[in-house]
């Protein structure tokens, strides 16, 4: 018991540690690579969902409570961009690079974050103070986000 905690802690350490020098780069980077039609256009979808415009819902000081701020626009440095691609797929610093990219296993290696259900319920979740909280439906909800591209 005390030995797997401290395997835990351990590896928490390490993956922190791994990824401490990784920044975000924002969204403007990931649509050079990720806004041709052929590809998926994930730029352009995200960019007409309701992450792109999650901060422009909160009005008056709400846009500057860190209460709500760190669901609805969790990267400070991009804060405009709202729920952006770096919020769910992780900083993009060591992994934007086209090499890297191209492999899915070194993607992953460098911090790339391919997000499922448990990800979206750190703010689609209950409880969490968000005070327009709604019943969350992995189902339905990845269907409206989705971003994927078109099948070869
Ligand atoms: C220099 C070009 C380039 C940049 C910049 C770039 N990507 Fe990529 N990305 C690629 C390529 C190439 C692939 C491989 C798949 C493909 O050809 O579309 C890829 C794949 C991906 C995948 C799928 C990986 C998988 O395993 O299925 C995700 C997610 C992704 N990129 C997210 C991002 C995000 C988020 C950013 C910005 C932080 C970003 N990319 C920046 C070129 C780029
Ligand atoms: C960093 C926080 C965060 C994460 C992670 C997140 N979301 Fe969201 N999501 C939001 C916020 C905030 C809104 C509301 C934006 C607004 O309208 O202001 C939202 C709205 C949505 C909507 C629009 C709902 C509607 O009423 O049209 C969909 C769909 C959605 N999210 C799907 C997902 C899925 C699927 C995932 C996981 C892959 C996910 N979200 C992960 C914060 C997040
Ligand atoms: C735990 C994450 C979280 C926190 C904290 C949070 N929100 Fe949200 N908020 C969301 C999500 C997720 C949605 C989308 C719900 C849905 O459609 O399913 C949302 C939706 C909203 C909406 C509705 C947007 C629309 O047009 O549909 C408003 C307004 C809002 N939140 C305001 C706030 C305010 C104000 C605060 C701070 C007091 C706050 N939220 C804190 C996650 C959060
Ligand atoms: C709310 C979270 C969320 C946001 C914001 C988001 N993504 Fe994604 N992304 C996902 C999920 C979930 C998947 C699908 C994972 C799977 O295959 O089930 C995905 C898949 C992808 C893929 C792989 C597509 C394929 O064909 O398999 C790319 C590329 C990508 N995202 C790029 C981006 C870019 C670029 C942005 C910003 C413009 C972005 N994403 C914003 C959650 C998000």
């Known amino acids: 018991m005390k030995k797997s905690l401290m ?9 922190t540690a791994m990824f401490a020098q990784n920044t975000y780069i924002g969204s403007a ?4 690579c990720h806004n041709s039609p052929a590809k998926g256009e994930q730029f352009k979808k995200w960019s007409e969902s309701k992450h792109a415009k999650a901060l422009a819902s909160l009005t008056g000081a709400d846009a500057t409570n860190a209460k709500c701020l760190k669901c609805h626009a969790p990267v ?18 060591a992994y934007k690079s086209p090499t890297v990219m ?9 911090g790339l974050i391919i997000p499922g259900e448990k ?17 969350f439906n992995y189902a339905t909800y990845s269907a409206k986000s989705a971003h994927k591209a078109p099948k070869k």
């Open 29 to 32: 980077k990931c649509k050079m």
């Open 7 to 15: 395997l835990i802690a351990c590896m928490f350490f390490l993956s």
């Open 119 to 135: 990800d979206c319920l750190i703010c689609h979740g209950k409880g969490l103070g968000n005070p327009k909280e709604k019943d």
């Open 76 to 93: 400070s440095a991009f804060k405009a961009e709202g729920v952006n691609c770096e919020a769910c797929h992780g900083a993009g610093s």
């Open 102 to 110: 191209k492999d899915a296993a070194q993607s992953k290696a460098k």
